[in-house]
């Protein structure tokens, strides 16, 4: 079974490749495509990837190519991973953003916006070559903003592909562990965007155990989102929220902490990897060892201005584990290449999961994967407070996606204005303003 990443120069694809050599079952992924545009980092996690496999007999055999009609002819599965304007780009999404006084996180507000418009239409270009040169593959999509991305992609490619993010998984899991149960025995009520959603329920042998979390302020104030949230918080929700919402019920707070701190998250990510790459061009550097130092230090530091807004310091070691986006992966093409039938947390079409949204609108909630792909399971209503978030956020993807596909100056100026976390319409004027020196591949925006 063929896998092929795109984006196969980036830093976590590492990780991808570690769970593939964990994987030794029949029907698992024998040959790995990496493509990416900088033959550089192919390079780079190419040496990774083979000390990882220096112990595995049967590692899965390992391609790297700058030729994208190559790496996709004859794949099972595309991962999808691309960062469209590098870290660079990233960087420039927060500062123009926070230059006017709003947030500038990679997904969230402002940054988010201006990350979509970079990405969608490059990723609907991918979504019309697979569709043409494998057209049975199913698309696993990581790329950020991963909700919009995904939506853009179904417009083409369907319900083949699907969406991952691993933080509702590692949500569920600390919130498990915290309550003393085995978290692959916990099966999570989580429903949103990516990005926004809340674990509502968590359920052990048929028992919720949530209710039991929040009544205890000790319990709950004892893991990283009780601590970022705060417990009183938390309680009147009746829900712990997806960490991103801290953008949201924090937001002053957020926007202060950024702007004050001496560099922002894209710019210390840019500086870190472009050392790394840049040691990696030394044979004799070890290659696994450098990447383990950096990632270490890249997990350590994630969101640390809301910790530090919230004033809850450096994150605690049991934190720092994520839900493993790579796992999530594993799991979803184990699922559907074998009808291995399990539930995943996964961006998908709505259907009629959500009331309040249209069918073909990417959410994020459980979902019963088997050879069929994902369908996502039954949900209780939002709550209006989240109703107004989900649909207001919602509204935001569509203008991006109307501004992608119509090059229209207005609909990108309307994605920044509908947003919450921009207060203007004036202010959404000058961030398109900003975003369009920053990026000159966002110059398609001049039609009317």
Known sequence: MKLTILGGGGFRVPLVYGALLADHAEGRVTAVTLYDTDADRLTAVARVLADQAATVPDAPAVNATTDLDEALRGADFVFSAIRVGGLAGRAADERVALDEGVLGQETVGAGGIAYGLRTVPVAVDLA??????????????????????????SRHLGDRVIGICDSPVGLGRRIARVLGADPDRARIDYVGLNHLGWVRALRVDGRDELP????????????????????????????????????????????????DAEQTRGAFLREQQEGFYARMKDPAVPALRAWDRTRAEREATYMSENREVAGVGERDESDLESGGYEKVALALMRAVARNERTSLILNVR???????????????????????????????????????????????????????????????????????????????????????????????????
């Open 128 to 153: 019309q070559r697979v569709a043409r040169l494998a057209p049975n593959a199913w698309v696993i999509n990581f790329t950020n903003p991963a909700g919009l991305v995904t939506e853009a992609m």
């Open 212 to 259: 039991r979390l929040l009544a205890d302020p000790e319990l709950l104030g004892s893991f990283e989102e009780g601590r970022l949230f705060g417990v009183d918080w938390l309680r009147s929700l009746g829900a712990v929220p997806n960490e991103y919402l801290h953008y949201y019920y924090f937001n002053r707070e957020a926007v202060r902490a950024y702007q």
């Open 350 to 448: 709505n259907g009629t999961t959500l009331s309040v949204l249209d069918a073909d609108a990417v959410i994020e909630v459980p979902c019963l994967v088997d050879a069929n792909g994902a369908r996502p399971v039954a949900v209780d209503p939002l709550p209006y407070h989240a109703v107004g978030l989900v649909t207001a956020v919602k509204a935001v993807e569509r203008a991006v996606l109307d501004a992608a596909e119509s090059g229209s100056r207005a609909a990108a100026v309307k994605a920044f204005a509908l947003h919450p976390l921009v207060d203007s319409v004036t202010v959404a004027g000058r961030l398109l303003d900003g975003y369009l020196k920053a990026h000159p591949g966002l110059a398609y925006l001049n039609r009317p």
